[in-house]
């Protein structure tokens, strides 16, 4: 299963094409599918990014769901949003206008490694979402000391 790991950010052209990052590109070589798929994030104005492994184990989970259920009906509709972007000869993909206005991306994203997807946003986005959770840890980690 791929493993994407770190922050990259990279230029968008005016055609939306934007390199993946080679790390993420290695994660999925290999995958029936060459490329990423990207779709809506349900929680963050970002877009979740993952190789073709992890949608197949999706489509397979929604076979054991009840037909209702929420969580049938979350992983329905991330199926429904998800498009398979393919890399190019240079490792672009073209990032869907739709996708990048949903994430406020224009001339720059973040490429931010999650473990076994990714996220792909705006920059400043990307650091807000680390700082935040780095600031809470480490405050917590202080008033835990305190009381020590």
């Given at each position: ?25 290695t ?19 970002v ?7 992890r ?10 769901l ?11 509709a ?46 400043a ?22 009381g020590?």
């Amino acid at each position: 299963m791929a493993l994407f790991l770190s922050t990259h950010v990279n230029k968008v052209d005016k055609k939306g094409r934007v390199s993946v990052p080679a790390q993420f590109r290695t994660a999925v070589v290999g995958q029936s599918f060459p490329g990423i798929v990207a779709f809506r994030s349900f929680s963050l104005r970002v877009i979740d990014g993952a190789g073709i492994d992890r949608m197949e184990k999706y489509s397979a989970e929604i076979d054991t769901l009840e037909e209702g259920a929420a969580r049938y009906e979350e992983v329905r509709a991330m199926l429904a949003d998800a498009r398979q972007l393919a890399f190019d000869g240079e490792g672009r993909i073209v990032l869907p206008a739709d996708l990048a206005q949903f994430a406020n991306i224009a001339d720059e994203c973040a490429f931010v490694g999650q473990g076994r997807h990714f996220y792909i946003c705006e920059p400043a986005t990307a650091r807000r979402m680390v700082e935040e959770t780095l600031t809470r840890k480490h405050g917590s980690r202080a008033t835990q000391g305190r009381g020590s």
